[in-house]
């Protein structure tokens, strides 16, 4: 079963594992992501692929404390082992030169924008980054974002790192100062990525988003991770993760999105009780 | 016994107490009705009823160890052909197999031969005598390495078959347990899943490596496999993809395909939420839609789930249900409603986005279509809403896309099945594959005939001059 490497507290609520997976670190190409359960009860829960090193053998995996598995997740010790690691799962982003990419990370979602940096940079596109948090506790990997990026901003809704204000407020002031853009990539909240979608439709700016639907097998075969693009049914697990921002239905995805979320609070209740922690 | 093939004489629990819980309705035939039974078999020279099975089960030998009281000598005798006697006694539709083509059936009724192979299976298991192996060669140290993907009855026949010939079997499994539909959709009152994890354990035990959370395509790509010194692949990944209706309101909350739903219930055990962290909400007025076995048991596991009312919405008229009968007669005793001729064509929701009603149209039966049933005309306004609060889409599968999306060599139908040759081969060679991924969604049974088939073919193939 694959063994907790590394463990790394990012932030209040956010953790960085290194799990020993050499053929999913092998395989997983930017975009895609991992499905894995902690106990023999638990749900199978999807995590984006934050970074993988084939020749080590190990892929990290960056979550937020916000379920059920995540908590039990977050008091794994390193040496322990997951139930189940599955991966790598989802279609692989199309990574091309396209000039300039402006790559869009909120909270958690700025560690999935990490590959996706490297990548679009790998094959000679100018990358702009723009990171934005609730805090500046929240804000992650800050450095490494740097030292990848061509240009970095950095905004939090408090003002406690960087400007005060949301992603897209940059991103309206570089459409303003007709800064070339030539694609754009967002990933963080739905209403995030909403948005921007919708900031940059009007100017048909291309805009890729990276969703996270509700997942069970993750291969292909319950559809619950169905949304709705351009009118036609996908599933995010094998035709996604990301999309085109100016054909997803946002409202539809908010609407699946909240399904169960009666029974999420439910089972991290369920779960605090037995770990002993508080909500 | 009697004279009608779909009279059940088996034992079961009454429905008022079995559609309290998931334990297994059909009991199981007793020792005193099974010897009785494999007396009546006449042990024909020429016996139709191995014709009849597409894994060419020696059924009057096995009847005969039955009726000499012999039970561990039957199970031997069935597992020489089936690795999965006590799956197969339990889900086969022996009615219209083996039991169709008994000489007997002819003029009386037919040698209930699916209820004496659960006996002896199950006789096997219980009375723990060792379990009764048949003969299977030695694995040589230098044995060459087969790969088999997707562990559900074909994948799993496949292993244990090229196991026995010798050889070294991995069997990948994308799901974090064992036996693919066997675990993700036949519910426990149908089929518990103790007995596939043994008759998996059974296969394990013959040599197969079985490893979990091994999506090939992704994990591993089929060409890494051969790169890894995999000889052969068989290809056994199911019909996983699950068809929608395609009207508006589909996407609305309270919607699953029959695939969400059964793999909430069966495979994460969503009935024992919290205790297992995977939920699944049912509504107080369910409409299923589709009349196969797969319609059937989301119908009856929704009534166990503590659904009020239970309805199968069907198209066309009973006589055209694919489901086999006595899972039908089951649905009714257990107070399912059926309403026939009628297809849903729009899904109403409420201000949250829960569904709360459908549209449904009546039909009439035209002339037959392709498949031979009459087919469903819809009847010019006669639209007319019905309340429910869950739909359950259980209108069909098709094959899973996945591994031929990852690897473009290998040639598929239109509707997505793979192609194959007369031996089971893909157009990739050295990769066979077979059961539902090459049929769309079929039996148990064939599944399994199409492993052992392609075991047989990828033996000759490795041992051919290339």
Redesign the interface.
């Known amino acids: 079963m694959p063994k907790l490497l590394h463990k790394e507290k990012l932030a209040d609520n956010i953790t960085l594992i290194k799990v020993a997976a050499p053929?999913?670190a092998k395989?997983a190409q930017p975009g895609q992501f991992v499905v894995l359960?902690v106990?023999d009860?638990?749900?199978?829960v999807p995590l984006t692929i934050a970074e993988t090193d084939p020749a080590k053998g190990e892929v990290t995996i960056i979550f937020q404390k916000v379920g059920?598995?995540t908590k039990v997740l977050d008091t794994m010790k390193v040496g322990d082992e997951l139930?189940?690691?599955?991966?790598?799962?989802g279609a692989p982003a199309h990574i091309k030169k396209l000039g300039t990419v402006v790559v869009i990370g909120g909270g958690v979602g700025i560690a999935e924008i990490l590959p996706a940096i490297k990548a679009y940079r790998a094959v000679g596109n100018k990358v702009i980054t723009i990171i934005g948090a609730r805090c500046t506790d929240l804000l992650i990997l800050k450095d490494k974002i740097e030292k990848e990026s061509d240009e970095l901003h950095i905004i939090t809704d408090d003002g406690s790192c960087g400007r005060k204000g949301f992603v897209s407020d940059i991103l309206k002031e570089m459409i303003e100062g007709n800064v070339k853009m030539d694609l754009v990539f967002a990933v963080g909240p739905v209403p995030m990525m909403e948005v921007i979608s919708n900031i940059t439709k009007p100017l048909n700016l291309k805009t890729i988003v990276s969703l996270n639907p509700i997942m069970?097998?993750a291969?292909?075969?319950?559809?619950?991770c169905?949304v709705?693009v351009g009118g036609h049914?996908k599933f995010g697990c094998?035709d996604g993760p990301e999309f085109d921002g100016h054909l997803v239905d946002f409202v539809?995805l908010k609407?699946?999105l909240?399904?169960?979320k009666t029974?999420?609070k439910?089972?991290e209740?369920?779960?605090c009780k037995i770990l002993g922690v508080k909500i | 016994m009697t004279d009608d093939i779909n009279k059940r004489i088996m034992p079961e629990r009454e429905a008022d107490n079995r559609i309290k819980d998931f334990e297994e309705v059909a009991l199981g035939i007793s020792t005193e009705q099974a010897v009785a039974e494999a007396k009546r078999c006449i042990q024909c020279k020429k016996p139709f009823c191995v014709k009849g099975c597409p894994v060419e089960i020696d059924i009057p030998a096995f009847i005969l160890e039955i009726a000499k009281g012999n039970f561990d000598a039957a199970a031997k005798k069935l597992k020489e052909k089936n690795a999965l006697p006590a799956i197969c006694g339990r889900v086969c539709p022996q009615e219209d197999q083996c039991e169709k083509v008994c000489i007997l059936g002819k003029k009386g009724t037919p040698i209930r031969i699916g209820y004496l192979e659960r006996f002896a299976a199950d006789w096997e298991r219980t009375q723990k005598t060792g379990d009764q192996r048949p003969e299977t060669r030695d694995r040589p140290p230098d044995a060459p390495k087969m790969a088999v993907v997707g562990s559900g009855p074909a994948g799993l026949t496949c292993a244990s078959e090229l196991a026995r010939k010798g050889y070294a079997v991995s069997l990948f499994e994308?799901?974090?347990l064992p036996g693919g539909v066997l675990s993700?959709g036949i519910p426990e009152f149908r089929l518990p899943k103790e007995i596939v994890r043994l008759e998996v354990e059974y296969i394990q035990s013959l040599g197969v490596d079985l490893q979990?959370?091994?999506?090939v395509g992704?994990?591993?790509?089929i060409q890494?496999l051969f790169d890894e010194g995999y000889k052969s692949v068989f290809l056994g990944a199911g019909a996983?993809?699950?068809r929608?209706m395609?009207v508006p309101g589909?996407?609305?909350?309270g919607v699953?395909?029959a695939?969400?739903f059964l793999?909430?219930v069966n495979l994460?055990?969503g009935y024992?939420?919290?205790?297992?962290?995977?939920?699944v909400?049912i509504g107080k007025k369910v409409a299923v839609i589709g009349a196969g076995n797969v319609a059937m048991d989301a119908a009856r596991c929704s009534l166990r789930l503590g659904a009020d009312e239970v309805t199968i919405v069907y198209r066309r008229t009973e006589k055209e249900m694919p489901a086999r009968i006595e899972e039908i007669e089951r649905a009714k005793e257990e107070g399912i409603k059926f309403v026939l001729l009628n297809a849903p064509t729009e899904v109403f929701g409420d201000e949250n986005?829960w569904v709360k009603e459908m549209e449904c149209l009546k039909m009439e039966l035209g002339e037959p279509d392709s498949s031979g049933r009459r087919r469903p005309v819809p009847i010019e306004g006669s639209e007319y809403k019905i309340q429910v609060d869950t739909i359950i889409v259980a209108i069909g599968q098709t094959p899973?896309?996945?591994i031929p999306?990852a690897d473009p060599r290998i040639k598929t139908e239109k509707w997505g099945g793979v192609i194959v040759d007369d031996k089971g081969m893909s157009s990739i060679p050295g990769v066979f594959s077979g059961g539902d991924l090459v049929r769309g969604a079929a039996t148990v049974i064939s599944a399994m005939g199409d492993g052992k088939q392609a075991a047989i073919a990828m033996d000759a193939w490795v041992n051919s001059p290339k």
């Open positions: 053929r999913i395989n359960r106990s009860k638990g749900e199978r059920a598995t139930v189940n690691l599955l991966g790598p799962l069970l097998d291969t292909g075969m319950c559809g619950v169905r709705i049914t094998v539809d609407n699946r909240s399904t169960y029974e999420e439910q089972a209740e369920h779960v | 994308s799901l974090h993700y979990l959370d091994v999506l992704k994990t591993i790509t890494q996983g993809l699950p929608f395609r589909e996407n609305l909350k699953y395909s695939n969400e793999v909430r994460m055990k024992k939420f919290p205790e297992y962290m995977t939920p909400k986005g899973n896309p996945l999306h």
